[in-house]
């Protein structure tokens, strides 16, 4: 035999809590904060010139590090599986696996001057064209 309060209208779902205090002396449940509606504006992430400084600056880790970190793995590859190739003579006893080596250290100072370059003729005008527009954005906001 079913009771009154088994019926789907009487039944809670199993997380929820009751609407009156389970026990006498426990405090009324605090008030929902009102929240203050800001008007809309568009907000900056969405921007387009942060699209295009987020993709520039994408590119250019991806150059820098495929740059040094390209030449390191060829370095590497060479190592193991052309062991012979390796250890021939370029010049006065020089093996091509030494000068291979040492031509690392110009590489990965190539690798950072390509990032140095392209940050400052690249991203830099972008990024100081966005830092002014928030700055000004910030004055109009606080001449509200």
């Avoid at 387009?48 to 390191?72: I, K, N, P």
Wanted: net charge positive; with cysteine.
């Amino acid at each position: 035999m079913a009771d009154a309060f088994s019926s789907p209208e009487h039944q809670r779902p199993y997380n929820s809590s009751p609407s009156y205090s389970t026990y006498p002396w426990q405090p009324p449940p605090p008030p929902e904060p009102t929240r203050h509606r800001h008007p809309r504006r568009p907000a900056l992430g969405r921007h387009s010139d942060l699209r295009v400084l987020r993709t520039a600056y994408r590119w250019q880790r991806r150059v820098a590090t495929l740059t040094a970190l390209g030449y390191f793995t060829l370095f590497l590859l060479l190592s193991a599986f052309a062991p012979s190739f390796m250890t021939g003579t370029v010049s006065g006893g020089l093996s091509v696996g030494l000068l291979l080596g040492l031509i690392q250290v110009p590489v990965t100072c190539l690798a950072v001057g390509l990032y140095e370059y392209t940050a400052r003729h690249g991203l830099d005008p972008i990024a100081d064209r966005i830092r002014k527009q928030a700055e000004l954005d910030a004055k109009r906001e606080a001449a509200r």
